[in-house]
């Protein structure tokens, strides 16, 4: 029965990248038979693991390698399978590793997955519910299930077939009581945590896994709220998944779950074994739970060389108890020596050689890739609506910012009311055109937690093989695009008329158009310095120097033709110096700002030039100030402003999506 598991997950392996209509099959005939679900069998051999140790300054110099895990072995069957160990055992990547999430540089051994090696796509066909929550909480249980189904279910499989699968999750998870509700965010309130727990494993169930990894499954629930959610995944293990979790600390009700044991201490395998046994085996060693102790809370007193909660069993030769307790590192030592001598561990080692004998030979690659179930289209249409609706759920970041901008623009236009032709009038659209530009900039900080706050989702998302990174840049860049456009539209209408700027449509389509590009650019800007960043107030101060160091050489704090030459080529990397730029010829060209005298006055300078004018004279033209800024006002003059804006935005795009594209996605 365990062979027949193997080939069915193989067969979907071939399905993920093509599409094909096998996998289909395989899951349409599993649906309509309703087979009894058969989990794999996962063996582990020889696994070591080592990361690179880092010194020096901000510690970029590899200064060698520090061991994480060492020698195991061990065989993972249909049940539930638990991982225990102190704090730093390496619980979580034994677990990464077994679930192929790990970066493969370091790794020595070989997992295998029913007798064959793990396919490269392992990770998109097991499922895997991180410790953290990653789930969309502004959408519904039930349309994040579905969300799930609609993306890593094959694109053959009709929608109904889709739907089947999500109502029956509802009910075999207890979630349909809330299935209609929102999961919640820090803003809102939504479903319990033991519910958020559930709905994130149905996320994963939505396949039909033949493994089902957890790290942690019982972190941040209470001890009623763990122990009915790992009631849940009892009930599943004993209809055939396998189900392998890593867990801290468990009470007792939940300990007397688990089918295997694996106990951790620094890396090295202390037992590892039928759960129920392992009182059994700590006992024949030298040590005796006392009445009434928790054994999870025991393994870790004794780990950990606690005697406090621990009693040296009389008659045992075999350990000299005052070495033991000597020091923690002896007492781990022995343990894991002790283990090593134990049957369990040469019993193991045999069905391990037995298996290796019996091996299945395919010619995998040892890449770790990553294959999808759906088209680029498909995956585009699903990923851009749930965006799209989280972005319309999200006060903070739709009405709120649309409220700030209709606000600003309110004040903006008070402060420069019916701006006057006068010497003054010329100053105050200098000043207001200035303001415009460096807020279009500095509010489009907000889009730093685009990539920022949903990293979590977004990395476990395209590693189980949801969707392209193309897909989830492509649908955050439209979603801010039309976010941008909405309020950058209605903030330049407001501004505008307030204002009483050039009363023509022509100014007014150029006006909102270099407003609405300059907030395009310096959008793109923020994301790709924020890209690669975890830490939303790091990002922050990288935006913020970054717009200061453009708003000097945007030309009204600094004359830019009075610059040296060496500094000013820097005054073509500013954002704001392009819109700027553009707004003031789309403004100040066929204004004047004195009377018919004093123009034909200033006209008869001996100099003979519209520059010179601005030397002994008032400045009576728009023509002359710019001549005076060292402005082009030619028809080029302006649209290269929007040209060197739309060039600096694809670049700028480029960046970003290379760099979440190169983003470390496997810890």
């Known amino acids: 029965m365990m062979e027949r ?64 895990l060492f020698d195991l072995n061990g065989i993972m069957r249909p049940g539930l399978n638990a991982i225990l160990g102190p704090t730093g055992s390496g619980k979580s990547s034994f677990l990464d590793i077994l679930a192929a999430r790990k970066d493969p540089s370091g790794l020595l051994g070989e997992v295998l997955i029913d007798k064959a090696p793990q396919p490269p796509n392992f990770k998109c066909l097991s499922g895997y519910v991180v410790q953290e929550d990653v789930v969309m909480g502004t959408l519904t249980v039930r349309e994040n299930l579905r969300f799930s189904a609609a993306l890593r279910l094959s694109s053959s499989v009709h929608q109904s077939e889709k739907e089947a699968r999500v109502n029956h999750l509802i009910e075999e998870l207890g979630l349909a009581k809330v299935a209609d509700s929102k999961v919640g965010t820090q803003m809102t309130r939504g479903i319990s945590g033991g519910e958020r727990k559930r709905t994130n494993i149905g996320m994963e169930l939505i396949i039909d896994p033949s493994v089902l990894f957890l790290d942690e499954p019982t972190t941040g629930l209470d001890a009623s709220t763990a122990n009915s959610v790992l009631l849940l995944l009892k009930r599943m293990a004993s209809d055939g998944r396998t189900i392998i979790m890593s867990i801290h600390q468990p009470r007792y009700s939940i300990y007397r779950l688990f089918d295997t044991l694996t106990l951790l201490v620094g890396g090295k395998m202390v037992y590892h074994g039928p759960a129920p046994n392992a009182l059994d085996y700590f006992t024949d060693i030298g040590y005796l739970c006392e009445p009434h102790n928790n054994p999870a809370d025991f393994f870790l007193d004794v780990i950990n060389g606690d005697f406090t909660a621990t009693t040296k069993a009389r008659g045992s030769e075999d350990l000299d108890f005052e070495e033991l307790i000597s020091s923690r590192q002896s007492i781990q030592e022995s343990l894991v ?25 395919f010619s995998y690659s040892p890449a770790h890739a990553i294959t999808y179930n759906s088209s ?14 989280n972005l319309m759920l999200t006060p903070q970041t739709s009405v709120a910012q649309l409220g700030v901008n209709i606000f600003l623009a309110l004040v903006v236009g008070a402060i420069f009311f019916g701006v006057k032709e006068d010497q003054s009038g010329m100053q105050n659209r200098m ?26 989702l977004f990395v476990h998302e395209y590693i189980s093989g949801y969707y392209r990174v193309s897909v989830y840049f492509l649908s955050k860049i439209l979603a801010d695009i039309a976010l941008r456009t909405i309020t950058s539209v209605i903030f330049s209408s407001i501004v505008y008329f307030m204002i009483g700027l050039k009363s023509t449509a022509a100014s007014f389509a150029i006006f909102t158009l270099t407003v609405t590009l300059v907030a395009y650019t310096a959008t793109a800007l923020t994301m790709a310095i924020s890209a690669d960043q975890s830490i939303v107030a790091l990002a922050n101060i990288y935006m913020t120097i970054t717009f200061v160091f453009m708003m000097i050489f945007s030309g009204l704090l600094v004359n830019l033709p009075s610059m040296k030459a060496w500094l000013a080529w820097l005054r073509y990397f500013s954002i704001p110096r392009y819109g700027f730029a553009a707004l003031q010829i789309s403004e100040f060209v066929g204004l004047t700002f004195c009377d018919e005298a004093l123009i034909q006055n200033t ?21 002359q100030y710019l001549d005076y800024l060292g402005i082009e006002h030619t028809t080029w003059g302006l649209w290269e402003n929007h040209v060197a804006l739309t060039i600096m935005m694809l670049i700028l795009l480029i960046i970003a999506y290379l760099k979440l594209r190169y983003i470390k996605k496997f810890t």
């Open 337 to 361: 020596e002790e283990y090593r001598n134990s049957s369990y561990s040469s019993d193991t080692r045999a069905e391990l050689e037995r298996i290796v004998q019996e091996r299945k030979c």
């Open 431 to 456: 000043g207001v055109l200035f303001f415009i530009t460096i807020n279009q900039c500095f509010s489009t900080v907000s889009a730093a937690e685009l990539f920022i706050m949903e990293r979590k």
């Open 376 to 389: 680029f289209c498909h995956q585009l249409r699903w990923v851009l609506k749930r965006t799209f609706q």
């Open 5 to 68: 598991g193997c080939h069915v997950n193989i067969a979907m392996t071939d399905d993920v990248g093509t599409n094909g209509a096998a996998g289909s099959k395989v899951v349409a005939a599993a649906d309509q038979k309703q087979q009894q679900q058969r989990g794999s069998t996962v063996s582990f051999h020889s696994i070591q693991y080592k990361v690179p140790q880092r010194s020096g300054f901000l510690c970029k110099r590899k200064s060698g390698h520090r061991g994480i």
């Open 603 to 623: 006209n008869m300078s001996p100099a003979g030039t519209n520059r010179s004018v601005s030397t002994v004279g008032p400045t009576c033209t728009g023509e």
